[in-house]
């Protein structure tokens, strides 16, 4: 799925955390949003729903716990 900003000046850094089970899944209901710039609701809930789907490599010794920055740049700017 591909996630597109309704708002046209979506820009800016989403940081997100979330936790890798043991099987390469991630957890339900793990991912959160730890920094919010973009100010787009809809942009950040796809992003969420996104990550909610992906599959890791099977982390060793136990869940893996994730936070990752995401950059966003309009192209427009």
Not at 38 to 64: D, H, N, Y
Request: aromatic residues 10%.
């Amino acid at each position: 799925q591909r996630c597109q900003a309704s708002e046209p000046d979506a820009d800016g850094r989403l940081d997100l955390s979330w936790v890798v089970e043991e099987n390469g899944s991630v957890r339900p209901g793990s991912v959160r949003v730890v920094l919010d710039e973009l100010r787009s609701q809809e942009m950040t809930r796809c992003v969420r729903e996104a990550i909610s789907r992906w599959t890791f490599p099977q982390p060793k010794g136990g869940p893996a716990y994730i936070t990752f920055p995401f950059r966003f740049k309009n192209q427009n700017l």
